[in-house]
Nanobody
Framework: QVQLVESGGGLVQAGGSLRLSCAASGRTFSTYAMGWFRQAPGKERELVAVITAGGSTVYADSVKGRFTISRDKAKNTLYLQMNSLKPEDTAVYYC???????????????WGQGTQVTVSS
């Protein structure tokens, strides 16, 4: 069974840091693009960052310079290092996988269950 399982969310004060992990199982995702998306209450799901199979990265303008996406292909795991967190970063964060890069959440067929990130002011 193919699965993506996120972890690492929590409550943090503004200016703090969190590191999210997404463990993939059931198949290797080394040839897939993998990304982090987030959804705040009352808002649509949006791209945070994506990393391609070749290691190229794309970030939302709102997180550039603060967040870093990375992957460990040997561990089949995706990471999101989040620094200088702001209250507006509060959302449920999801990891997703697709055979090629897309910025559109609806293009991704495989999703994790999500992990809550709450940033207090």
């Amino acid at each position: 069974q193919v699965q993506l399982v996120e972890s690492g969310g929590g409550l943090v004060q503004a200016g703090g840091s969190l590191r999210l992990s997404c463990a993939a199982s059931g198949r290797t995702f080394s040839t897939y693009a993998m990304g982090w998306f987030r959804q705040a209450p009352g808002k649509e799901r949006e791209l945070v960052a994506v990393i391609t199979a070749g290691g190229s990265t794309v970030y939302a303008d709102s997180v550039k310079g603060r967040f870093t996406i990375s992957r460990d292909k040997a561990k089949n795991t995706l990471y999101l290092q989040m620094n200088s967190l702001k209250p507006e970063d509060t959302a449920v964060y999801y990891c997703a996988a697709r055979w090629a890069y897309s910025s559109l959440p609806n293009d991704y067929p495989l999703w994790g269950q999500g992990t809550q990130v709450t940033v207090s002011s």
